[in-house]
């Protein structure tokens, strides 16, 4: 983050980056930032520049730490859904350098849960949630990420939400279709909302509109912090105390 960098209070103006440079630079930086003041305009604006900077810094990731931060993040998850017996827990197909938690599926999961995928199946609309199981068909769906071919419409209990970014408050900042929220607001029984991401994705505030809804717990290879600590539904689903993963 721009914060992070120790900036010359008393450099020349001579000295300053052209103008063209202006748009490699973090939005604090280039004194670009008005999200905080411009209202629902500055913060779009804001996140349009934000998305691009985190997934590139993602896909920066070298593969072999990508493989060891993705072992942790598996490891964390089977601990905080600890008994997923008779529960649907939506995954996502990974994509842009999100964290890949099929080997996880693969050889956690199956102890009795149900795996489901999310499926775009309009624009502007919520999203579905497909039953999958790792073998079956995928087609290509929406922004080309593999959906099921078949597969049966459920209701997911859980819900893990590939972030682009999040803040201190457990808000996610996802790829701009307000995918997540929308669903997350139409589902009649609200899910456990776990947002999986790295620790590099950590930022100060996504400056949360109307529609942001925070998650119950964000994962990353180096935390797990609970935004819902008495979540009712937390307790029926025999969700781990997030302090212990
Ligand atoms: N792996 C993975 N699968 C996922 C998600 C995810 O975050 N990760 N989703 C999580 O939601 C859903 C797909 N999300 C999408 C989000 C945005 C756009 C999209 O068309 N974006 C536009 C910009 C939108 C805008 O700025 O208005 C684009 O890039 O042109 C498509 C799908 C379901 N599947
Ligand atoms: N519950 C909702 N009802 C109607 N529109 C919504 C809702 N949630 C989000 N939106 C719309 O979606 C737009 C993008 O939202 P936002 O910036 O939060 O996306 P995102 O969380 O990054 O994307 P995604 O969840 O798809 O990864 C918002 O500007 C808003 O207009």
Redesign the pocket.
């Known amino acids: 983050m721009g914060n992070d960098v120790d900036f010359p209070r008393d450099e020349p103006s001579e000295y300053s980056s052209p103008a063209c440079f202006l748009h490699e630079l973090d939005p604090d930086f280039a004194g670009t930032n008005n999200a905080g003041t411009d209202g629902a305009v500055g913060v779009?604006r804001w996140?349009k520049f934000e998305r691009p900077r985190l997934i590139e810094m993602r896909k920066a990731i070298a593969a072999d730490d990508r493989k060891s931060m993705d072992t942790v993040l598996a490891a964390k998850l089977s601990r905080l859904l600890s008994s997923p017996g008779g529960r649907v827990v939506s995954i996502y197909w990974p994509m842009k350098g999100e964290p890949n938690l099929i080997p996880w599926v693969k050889n956690s999961l199956p102890d009795g849960g149900t795996v489901a995928l999310p499926v775009v199946v309009s624009k502007g609309a919520p999203m579905e949630f497909r039953s999958w199981s790792p073998g079956e068909p995928l087609i290509r769906g929406v922004w080309n990420i593999p959906v099921p071919e078949s597969g049966v419409t459920v209701v997911p209990d859980v819900v893990i939400a590939p972030v682009?970014g999040f803040d201190k408050r457990g808000y996610?900042?996802?790829?701009?279709?307000?995918?997540?929220?929308?669903t997350l607001?139409a589902l009649a029984r609200k899910p456990y909302v776990i947002g999986i991401g790295y620790a590099q994705a950590e930022i100060e505030t996504i400056y949360p509109?109307e529609?942001?809804i925070p998650m119950d717990v964000i994962l990353t290879e180096k935390s797990c912090t609970a935004y819902a600590p008495s979540s009712r539904l937390a307790s029926t689903l025999d969700i781990a105390d997030s302090r212990s993963v």
């Open positions: 779009i996140r682009v996610r900042l996802g790829y701009g279709g307000g995918y997540f929220d929308r607001a509109m529609h942001d």
